[in-house]
């Protein structure tokens, strides 16, 4: 007799985490494959900022922490928000988790209730509906078209607002599309949300610094909605820290404090080590990120090249974060060896199996026309994938 609960029972796992696996398990077996699933930087951390790691452990910072974070991480993103945002955040505003995505659930947790209708965006990061759904609420998702780079419009969010919509949930960078909203694109929602004072937005901002189009740019800098704006961010993506696992909000100060009291019981705080070198890594010289900005974007124009070199993928040319986002649903129906593809994870399956590259499906993102790749590898591993992405769809008839 299984005796899960209905929200676990109601959850779907990971397609990231399922295709990462499903690849490991081919290269397990000696094949040699292109993991192009996951969203992690594929550099190692810099030195001065494991040197920094390193001396906590020496220095014996192995206690627990505060529930918030330690006050010399709270006052550093409070600097952060400052000097590269011009936001005024108090590190009493400041709450750090394990991780963007536990800061994320923390927050959603804190704020929906049964019943309460999130508006999401689509394509979507896996986890937002998961979360929702997780805390009982509704998914109202709208669609942001290929023609408009993914983005949707005020109009779209306009439309779903209702009596129960408690809040919006933003991602610019976008994971998956690579999509970036403009400053004048962000005031035009601000302006929707400052009529609806019952809205939080939720803006995730994981990838602010792997922006290709210039300054990025916080919905929260609109005074008219700046209390009812709750900034996701975190170290993982910027810093090429994955695995030291440090996320932290920006938030209401009530907001925060309900945040510290939720994670006092589940978590107390992140490793002690890794909050002292995500400190460090936000005071010290940031030419590491500027170093990685440039990398990841040669790689982006490397892949949307050869990309549009393959017959009937239609791909659109990311703005930011580490990711593009093809249209492949051209070969739906389409056949190799008897066997049809009929959808996204079919497509997938058929790209690890015969293509040996792995990728995401669209269908997990909300877009069932496309899928996801992530050019966070190499350029000669991005070229070779690109070389069987190629191959294989030329097989299908």
Same mark, same amino acid.
């Given at each position: 007799?299984?005796?899960?609960?209905?929200?676990? &029972?109601?959850?779907?796992?990971?397609?990231?985490?399922?295709?990462?696996? /499903?690849?490991?398990?081919?290269?397990?077996?000696?094949?040699?494959?292109?993991?192009?699933?996951?969203?992690?930087?594929?550099?190692?951390?810099?030195?001065?900022?494991?040197?920094?790691?390193? !001396?906590?452990?020496?220095?014996?910072?192995?206690?627990?922490?505060?529930?918030?974070?330690?006050?010399?991480?709270?006052?550093?993103?409070? $600097?952060?928000?400052?000097?590269?945002?011009?936001?005024?955040?108090?590190?009493?505003?400041?709450?750090?988790?394990?991780?963007?995505?536990?800061?994320?659930?923390?927050?959603?947790?804190?704020?929906?209730?049964?019943?309460?209708?999130?508006?999401?965006?689509?394509?979507?990061?896996? %986890?937002?509906?998961?979360?929702?759904?997780?805390?009982?609420?509704? $998914?109202?998702?709208?669609?942001?078209?290929?023609?408009?780079?993914? *983005?949707? %419009?005020?109009?779209?969010?306009? /439309?779903?607002?209702?009596?129960?919509?408690?809040?919006?949930?933003?991602?610019?960078?976008?994971?998956?599309?690579?999509?970036?909203?403009?400053?004048?694109?962000? /005031?035009?929602?601000?302006?929707?949300?400052? *009529?609806?004072?019952?809205?939080?937005?939720?803006?995730?901002?994981?990838?602010?610094?792997? $922006?290709?189009? #210039?300054?990025?740019?916080?919905?929260?800098?609109?005074?008219?909605?700046?209390?009812?704006?709750?900034?996701?961010?975190?170290?993982?993506?910027?810093?090429?820290?994955?695995?030291?696992?440090?996320?932290?909000? #920006?938030?209401?100060?009530?907001?925060?404090?309900?945040?510290?009291?939720?994670?006092?019981?589940?978590?107390?705080?992140?490793? +002690?080590?890794?909050? !002292?070198?995500?400190?460090?890594?936000?005071?010290?010289?940031? +030419?590491?990120?500027?170093?990685?900005?440039?990398?990841?974007?040669?790689?982006?124009?490397?892949?949307?090249?050869?990309?549009?070199?393959?017959?009937?993928?239609?791909?659109?040319?990311?703005?930011? /974060?580490?990711?593009?986002?093809? !249209?492949?649903?051209?070969?739906?129906?389409?056949?190799?060896? #008897? *066997?049809?593809?009929?959808?996204?994870?079919?497509?997938?399956?058929?790209?690890?199996?015969?293509?040996?590259?792995?990728?995401?499906?669209?269908?997990?993102?909300?877009?069932?026309?496309?899928?996801?790749?992530?050019? &966070?590898?190499?350029?000669?591993?991005?070229?070779?994938?690109?070389?069987?992405? !190629?191959?294989?769809?030329?097989?299908?008839?």
């Amino acid at each position: 007799m299984k005796d899960v609960s209905a929200r676990v &029972a109601a959850l779907t796992p990971s397609a990231t985490i399922a295709m990462n696996q /499903a690849t490991s398990e081919l290269k397990a077996k000696g094949i040699d494959v292109i993991n192009l699933t996951v969203g992690e930087p594929d550099f190692n951390t810099p030195d001065h900022i494991k040197a920094a790691a390193k !001396k906590a452990i020496d220095d014996n910072f192995s206690f627990y922490p505060p529930a918030a974070g330690i006050p010399e991480l709270r006052k550093a993103v409070s $600097n952060k928000f400052k000097k590269e945002n011009n936001l005024d955040y108090t590190p009493e505003q400041i709450v750090v988790s394990a991780g963007a995505k536990n800061s994320l659930a923390n927050v959603i947790m804190s704020l929906i209730d049964p019943g309460d209708e999130v508006i999401v965006p689509s394509p979507y990061w896996v %986890t937002y509906t998961e979360l929702v759904t997780l805390c009982e609420g509704k $998914n109202i998702i709208i669609r942001g078209t290929f023609e408009n780079n993914f *983005k949707v %419009t005020p109009e779209q969010i306009e /439309a779903v607002i209702t009596p129960k919509t408690k809040a919006l949930l933003l991602c610019s960078p976008s994971n998956p599309t690579g999509s970036v909203y403009s400053k004048e694109e962000l /005031a035009a929602i601000a302006r929707v949300i400052e *009529k609806h004072p019952r809205i939080y937005v939720v803006s995730d901002e994981i990838y602010e610094h792997i $922006n290709f189009v #210039g300054k990025h740019e916080s919905i929260a800098q609109f005074e008219s909605i700046k209390e009812r704006v709750v900034i996701i961010n975190g170290v993982s993506k910027a810093y090429a820290m994955t695995g030291y696992r440090i996320g932290y909000i #920006g938030a209401p100060q009530w907001l925060a404090k309900d945040v510290i009291k939720l994670q006092g019981q589940l978590l107390t705080g992140p490793a +002690t080590m890794a909050q !002292k070198a995500a400190a460090f890594a936000l005071e010290a010289d940031q +030419t590491c990120v500027k170093d990685f900005l440039v990398a990841f974007k040669r790689r982006k124009e490397l892949v949307v090249g050869l990309m549009r070199q393959i017959k009937d993928v239609e791909v659109y040319d990311p703005e930011g /974060a580490f990711y593009v986002f093809p !249209k492949v649903n051209k070969y739906y129906g389409k056949s190799f060896n #008897g *066997k049809k593809i009929n959808n996204s994870e079919e497509m997938c399956m058929y790209l690890l199996t015969e293509g040996h590259i792995g990728t995401v499906s669209g269908d997990s993102f909300g877009e069932p026309d496309c899928i996801r790749i992530s050019f &966070a590898t190499s350029d000669e591993n991005l070229k070779v994938a690109m070389a069987r992405m !190629k191959a294989a769809l030329e097989k299908l008839n």
